[in-house]
């Protein structure tokens, strides 16, 4: 069985300052892993997936995410965050046609 | 090229009435998800068309849901009758390619239900 265990449920920051955002999962089979974000009154939208190959991940707006494979982890990282970045974060990890969500992470870029 | 668009965006009803959902994927997806976000908790997955075939319908709470796909286009969640435990988001996603497990997924706005 799959799961993702998002252990940050918010995460306040100022403007400019470095963020990180954790995520682990667990799995019996290799799984793919991905980061979306939900701006408000929009649909969720990829930022970064991890296939294969090279660890770290870079994805859209400067956010990028390392996949550690002996710690089931996939954190997501940026470092100068932006009052636009304000927005929830999932991580999810995909095993045959189903998507496991972790219960996602408020970012409040703080002025 | 038009995202995936979900409508209405809010329903408000009554325990006992029938809500149905409605899902456009991105042109030419043959791949179709609907998934469920309880307020505070995951996104968790309902089920997957392929096309206008049911692939895996194994995460449908039970036989009050009902989903179709007419024409292998858009799609339809029912449901009937709706209870206070159906409260959430309700999230569509389409992708293109047959699934291999790290095709990327589009999603919808969402549609927001609360069933008072």
């Known amino acids: 069985a799959q799961s993702v265990t998002q252990l940050d449920s918010q995460v306040p920051v100022f403007e400019e300052a470095p963020v990180e955002l954790r995520c682990n999962y667990s799995s019996s089979v290799s799984v793919y892993l991905f980061w979306y974000v939900q701006y408000p009154n929009q649909g969720l939208q990829l930022l970064l997936k991890y296939l294969s190959g090279s660890t770290l991940v870079k994805g859209i707006n400067g956010f990028e995410a390392e996949f550690n494979k002996s710690q089931t982890s996939f954190h997501l990282r940026k470092p100068s965050v932006h009052i636009s970045d304000t927005a929830e974060y999932f991580c999810a990890v995909s095993a045959g046609n189903q998507f496991y969500f972790g219960t996602g992470t408020s970012l409040t870029v703080i002025p | 090229e038009a995202g995936v668009t979900q409508f209405p965006s809010h329903s408000v009803i009554e325990k006992g009435q029938t809500v149905t959902l409605r899902c456009d994927p991105i042109s030419g997806h043959d791949n179709l998800y609907w998934y469920r976000r309880v307020m505070g908790k995951e996104i968790k997955f309902l089920l997957h068309f392929v096309k206008e075939s049911k692939q895996d319908e194994s995460g449908m709470p039970n036989n009050r849901f009902l989903a179709e796909r007419t024409g292998g286009t858009y799609s339809t969640l029912k449901v009937q009758p709706a209870e206070l435990e159906d409260s959430g988001v309700y999230f569509c996603?389409?992708?293109?390619?047959?699934?291999?497990?790290?095709?990327?997924?589009?999603f919808g706005p969402g549609t927001r239900l609360t069933v008072l």
């Open positions: 996603a389409s992708s293109p390619l047959i699934w291999a497990g790290g095709d990327t997924q589009y």
